[in-house]
């Protein structure tokens, strides 16, 4: 199966304001790591979430001076409220509004569990965002990178799970579209990586295990990110017309690439994560 547990967003369709809402994915083992950390923190994420809401308030700002929004981010971008802080119910709402998925380290998954995905989040009322946060291992990595952009471009070094091993190939299938997507051509998030960045380093304590990267690579990673970056772009302006841009969902694509288990413990992995969505979190809430 493409995902490890249906998408769980109670109330979805009712809600009258504006809601942020977090889909996590992860990947299992592949060939090099048999023990994929991004398996063990989507599956346990809900969990170590709901521990955080009992143990209180907790102090997460953003101070957003001197930032511009990305000339691509939708309407629902906005800036926070200077050193905004995330509190015991704001760390609830994002709890109870969060869905993991893990998918199968392969192309065909990857397809098949966000095209799912996106068949939950088409049904949502209209006014909400939607954050794809996708975990994959960097099984080189010293940090924490946060991935601008993806590439269309599936170049697999080793087969993925499913045997596929493809060679410039595009991630995507352009058939039947008045535009064409070239091969190589960049997607880039509508998040403020910068930002977060920054956020991870100076108030979260990641002083020296952050950094933002502009290559995904040309595996499964760079696969689901590009793969999810085109959804979002094809949803938002789909979905958005000149009178309804303040009350359309927008949906929003990042992934980060988390070190292997030696260089960061897992402990030490949730909590990058869960303070990443508290940082986008605010970038997005009202």
């Not at 099984?139 to 991935?147: D, L, S, T």
């Not at 793969?227 to 303040?246: M, Q």
């Not at 969902?249 to 980060?256: A, D, E, Q, R, T």
Request: proline share 5%; with cysteine; hydrophobic share 30%.
């Amino acid at each position: 199966m493409a995902t490890d547990r249906p998408i769980d967003s109670p109330g979805l369709a009712s809600s009258d304001r504006c809601t942020v809402f977090f889909i996590v994915t992860g990947f299992g083992p592949f060939r090099g790591v048999s023990d994929n950390p991004t398996t063990t923190i989507t599956k346990n994420l809900k969990a170590y979430l709901s521990r955080t809401n009992k143990k209180g308030s907790e102090k997460t700002d953003v101070d957003s001076a001197d930032e511009k929004t990305p000339p691509n981010a939708g309407p629902s971008h906005k800036r926070p409220s200077k050193n905004r802080v995330i509190g015991y119910e704001d760390w609830e709402e994002i709890s109870s509004n969060t869905s993991t998925s893990v998918f199968e380290t392969s192309a065909a998954c990857v397809k098949s569990g966000m095209d799912d995905i996106m068949c939950e989040v088409a049904k949502a009322q209209k006014g909400h965002s939607f954050v794809f946060l996708h975990l994959g291992v960097n099984y080189k990595g010293k940090q924490f990178q946060i991935e601008r952009c993806a590439y269309n471009d599936a170049s697999f070094r080793i087969a993925d799970e499913a045997g596929y091993q493809p060679k410039k190939e595009c991630v995507i299938d352009d058939s039947g579209r008045e535009q064409k997507v070239p091969f190589g051509q960049k997607y880039t998030t509508t998040l403020n990586v910068n930002r977060l960045c920054r956020d991870m380093a100076e108030k979260c304590g990641f002083q020296d295990s952050v950094m933002v990267s502009g290559d995904a690579g040309r595996f499964v990673c760079n696969y689901v990110y590009c793969y999810s970056l085109d959804k979002a772009s094809i949803f938002n302006s789909s979905h958005t017309s000149p009178n309804e841009k303040e009350v359309a969902p927008v949906i929003h694509s990042i992934f980060l690439h988390v070190p292997p288990l030696e260089v960061e413990g897992i402990e030490r992995q949730m909590e990058f994560v869960k303070h990443l969505m508290g940082s986008i979190w605010l970038q997005l809430a009202n």
